[in-house]
């Protein structure tokens, strides 16, 4: 089992709905989850670090994590063109004495049509 | 932005070439790291330093190596380049705390013919 699961996607929705995007890890050492934006040709973009279970919020951006589960979300209100991008999640936590490894889903491409 | 300048920006080498990649910082942190990215594989971590002359490998290092001379400069070089080292690759920064996200440059695309 891979230890951070993204659904790939692709993912494409009208302008102004509602996105979810989704992880599921296996290990529970993870503590720190973050979410990143990849435009196209260009490097990640951090969007959202949090590092408790529930809900953070900033502006139309919404991560959950849920560490019982092993699942972390982040929810895109009123989407817009400008937020079609690859998504990844990313996840760290004390493992083997390095304490600043990141482990990165795969990426779910997302595209909000006009 | 986080001051993260990757150089070059594109480059096109010989299988067997060597080649350097360098990153370059202006926010003074401690950790640096390269990654490559791929299809189907995401981010994997090359290499990282945790300061000037510490270095350590991370998942995918062979065939590369890295340095740091000064706080500022990482680099990584694929002493004979390979066709499989195709890629994007894509240097990263963060500061002293622990578990702090790390901010990513624009990468360089790599193509070896």
């Known amino acids: 089992q891979k230890e951070v699961e993204q659904d790939p996607g692709p993912l494409s929705v009208p302008e102004g709905a509602i996105v979810s995007l989704n992880c599921t890890y296996s290990n529970s050492a993870f503590q720190y989850f973050m979410w990143y934006r990849q435009y196209s040709r260009k490097g990640p973009e951090l969007l959202m670090y949090?590092?408790?279970?529930g809900n953070k919020e900033d502006g139309r951006f919404t991560a959950q994590v849920d560490k019982s589960s092993k699942y972390i979300s982040l929810f895109i209100r009123d989407s817009q063109p400008s937020d079609s991008a690859t998504y990844l999640c990313?996840?760290?936590?004390?493992?083997?004495?390095?304490?600043?490894?990141?482990?990165f889903g795969k990426g779910t491409l997302l595209t909000v049509n006009p | 932005d986080a001051g993260i300048t990757q150089s070059p920006r594109h480059k096109v080498t010989e299988t067997g070439t060597p080649v350097t990649l360098r990153c370059h910082q202006t926010e003074n942190h401690r950790y640096m790291y390269w990654y490559r990215q791929d299809p189907g594989h995401g981010l994997r971590l090359i290499h990282y330093?945790?300061?000037?002359?510490?270095?350590d490998k991370g998942e995918v290092s062979d065939g590369y190596s890295v340095s740091r001379s000064k706080t500022e400069d990482f680099l990584l070089t694929l002493e004979s380049a390979t066709s499989s080292q195709t890629s994007v690759y894509f240097c990263?920064?963060?500061?002293?705390?622990?578990?702090?996200?790390?901010?990513f440059g624009d990468g360089t695309r790599l193509s070896i013919l």
């Open positions: 949090t590092y408790s279970s």
């Open positions: 330093s945790y300061g000037v002359k510490d270095t």
């Open positions: 990263a920064i963060s500061d002293d705390r622990p578990n702090q996200p790390q901010h």
């Open positions: 990313a996840m760290a936590g004390i493992s083997g004495g390095s304490n600043y490894k990141l482990t």
